[in-house]
């Protein structure tokens, strides 16, 4: 379930994202929207990971997109939810991916998880495990030891849920580039020490700059009469 405009559902912001129906009741935890799937697929235009990892597998439904996506990668996902993870890996094998979900918590199992697969460096990352801000800093620093010049870290609900202060001192630490892809659905973040030209260009389609957003912003706010949240 999921991909469906709030407004058409009470205005829960959740109906935007993906969960799972099971005898008639929500289960699992609310994963990438529709659009921020389509969002990633356009990566594969740019990118050719040989290996991701996904820290928050839920029950598999990012890991499962990115494995679509990039057939010939590594997918490896950590989660501590044992039917999600049984779940995931029962899809991998009856649909030939190269998907491998694992026990574990982050930050403190990752090392070990990656060490035990044979990884040396992660090409892709999807963050998206607990949402607080220091949650999100220690998931960055567990992957961290692994990036390589060419890494892409993706981040979820960063804005919906309050984790920009976190993102931002990721960047400030480590020197690396970001953009708050403020055209997502949930206002996903992306880490770079360097991509080509035509990503740049493409993750620019999903980003404004500040000012441009809190104009946009005040503008929906005085129309509707409700407060939105800004990026100030």
Known sequence: MGGYP???LFNIIAAQFTT??????????????????????GFTDYLNPGTILVVGNAHGWSTVALALMFPEASVIAVDIDSDGIAFTNGL????????????GRSPED?????????????DLILIDAC????????????????????SVILFHDLMDHKMVPGFVAILKKTGLYGKLLTRTTSGMGVAYQQVSPQLASYLDCFNDHPENYNHYRDQIEHLSGKHASGLN
């Open 6 to 8: 709030a407004h058409r």
């Open 20 to 41: 799972f129906l099971k005898d008639g009741m929500l289960v699992g935890d609310f994963g990438l929207s529709l659009q921020e799937v389509q969002f990633l697929e």
């Open 92 to 103: 991998a094998r009856k649909n030939g991916l190269n998907i491998t979900c694992i026990s």
């Open 110 to 122: 990752v090392s070990r998880i990656v060490r035990q697969q044979g990884l040396k460096t992660l």
């Open 131 to 150: 949402h607080t801000v220091e949650a999100v800093e220690n998931d960055f620093s567990a992957i961290h030891p692994y990036l390589n010049e060419n």
